[in-house]
């Protein structure tokens, strides 16, 4: 029981680079979210998903995609990588959108 | 939107006890939350208050206050483990009750 899994865990990329992140779960929750992380921030809500199929915008959107074509497993694009994305990358899991969110351990994301 | 404000560090001695505030604005708050997280990694879930009081949970306890739009997190008996950084965080309604995170409060335990 895993819990939430994100791959990679690190990750360097040039400028104009495409990667995805993958966040998976074994909890079985409906709702999925991807956060970022920047010094001295919070964490900025990039996109979510209530469901298999379903993906909706969050705080910080542009520049990102997402797919969610399994309930387990919520992708996060960049379809062409920016110095300004470099980041650390959350997912989280969450029953509802009012419960508890569970997190991933992160991916660190160095743009160059 | 959303904003809240909370202290950026806080330092104590083992065995102290530590209250870091939170104040937040909100249009349509429906609960306030605390998450830890060690060293950047994954955020953990500490508590969660949706109605005025006193939740406690071991050694950490967190207030609300929604008259106030400000709630605590009490940490007590702290310990070295507990060098983190706290973040609340805001659910609210106008926002189809997604959480809003605070820029977190880094706590520092001296021996």
């Known amino acids: 029981n895993a819990g939430v899994t994100q791959t990679p865990k690190f990750r360097v990329l040039k400028t104009g680079q495409s990667m995805t992140l993958l966040c998976a779960q074994d909890m079985n929750h409906e709702y999925m979210y991807w956060y970022r992380q920047d010094p001295g921030m919070g964490l900025r809500l990039i996109h979510y998903s209530v469901g298999e199929g379903t993906t909706a915008k969050g705080e910080v959107p542009d520049g990102y995609n997402v797919s969610r074509l399994k309930k387990q497993n919520f992708l996060l694009g960049l379809e062409s990588a920016a110095p300004s994305q470099t980041s650390v990358y959350f997912c989280?899991?969450?029953?509802?959108?009012?419960?508890?969110?569970?997190f991933g351990p992160g991916t660190r994301l160095l743009v160059l | 939107g959303q904003s809240l404000e909370q202290p950026s560090e806080v330092t104590a001695v083992e065995g102290a006890i530590v209250q870091i505030n939170c104040t937040y604005q909100?249009?349509?708050?429906?609960?306030l939350s605390w998450y830890q997280q060690h060293d950047g990694g994954a955020p953990t879930f500490l508590s969660y208050?949706?109605?005025?009081g006193l939740e406690e949970t071991g050694r950490f306890s967190s207030f609300l206050s929604r008259s106030d739009s400000y709630g605590y997190l009490l940490l007590q008996e702290l310990q070295m483990k507990d060098s983190a950084s706290y973040f609340c965080a805001v659910r609210d309604r106008s926002s189809d009750y997604k959480l809003s995170f605070g820029a977190g409060t880094t706590v520092t335990v001296r021996a």
């Open positions: 208050n949706a109605l005025d």
């Open positions: 989280a899991v969450g029953a509802a959108l009012r419960e508890t969110q569970y």
């Open positions: 909100t249009s349509g708050f429906y609960g």
